[in-house]
């Protein structure tokens, strides 16, 4: 974990509710996919954790929906906008287990963490396909993000207004070796009970600290419990209890 100040150089729209921004500075201490930022808005008590989507030696990508006050300020920061942030947070993925055809499931702003992952794994020479998941498709972003990458790419929208009708599962019947996933907890679930190889699943959570120290993010594991935060996000399959 390493405290840096970081400088707004874009923060524009993808959608009418998800922006894209991209923050200068030191982004050494992020060395995997699937770690988060924790930034600091004026004005209010805690930070607010964000999945990386993209980083180099300048600067870190993020993605994220507007829900409440803080990301409704962040939307509004202009370019110039020097913000405190916590980075190198979480676990991040392995991608050592990933054999020579991982699937990526991102639903929502779940999305976000899967496009560094990709793209480290088209740098090992994975054959890489991505299931992008969208309620309609006026939510649909960075599609052709994952495209470009070279990336057998799916969108499903659970309205059927573009790609493959239904939820993520939808698109899962094809051949891979194992899998990546991020969303909300029920297509967690969907995903896990569908799936026919080991995985690993980011766990979206409500933080405190977002590094550890609070406690206020654990949750029970076939291991004990683990703090989403410091321990996760990311948990692999077969560690995971789902609460009944």
């Known amino acids: 974990m390493k405290q840096s100040l970081f400088t707004v150089t874009q923060n524009e729209h993808l959608t009418e509710s998800v922006m894209k921004m991209r ?19 004026d004005g209010l008590f805690l930070r607010r ?5 993209d980083r180099d030696e300048e600067a870190v990508t993020i993605i994220y929906k507007i829900v409440g006050k803080g990301t409704e300020k962040m939307s509004e920061m202009p370019a110039g906008t020097v913000l405190d942030v916590l980075t190198g947070l979480g676990n991040g993925y392995d991608m050592t287990v990933a054999g020579e055809k991982p699937l990526l499931i991102g639903g929502g702003v779940g999305v976000p963490p899967m496009y560094m992952l990709a793209k480290e794994l088209k740098k090992m020479g994975k054959d890489v396909s991505v299931i992008l998941g969208f309620n309609t498709q006026s939510e649909i972003f960075c599609e052709q993000d994952f495209k470009d990458l070279g990336c057998n790419v799916t969108v499903t929208t659970a309205d059927g207004s573009y790609g493959v009708k239904g939820f993520v ?3 899962m019947d094809i051949d891979y070796t194992y899998f990546y996933t991020c969303g909300p907890e029920p297509m967690l679930k969907s995903v896990y009970a569908k799936a026919v190889t080991g995985g690993q699943f980011s766990f979206e959570e409500r933080m405190g600290c977002g590094f550890g120290a609070c406690m206020g993010c654990s949750c029970k594991t076939v291991t004990g419990y683990k703090r989403i935060c410091k321990d996760g996000p990311v948990l692999r399959k077969e560690e995971i209890l789902w609460e009944k």
């Open 23 to 41: 923050l200068q500075g030191d982004t050494s201490a992020i060395t995997a996919p699937g770690q988060f930022i924790n930034i600091t808005i």
């Open 49 to 53: 954790p964000i999945s990386v989507f």
């Open 169 to 171: 599962t939808a698109g």
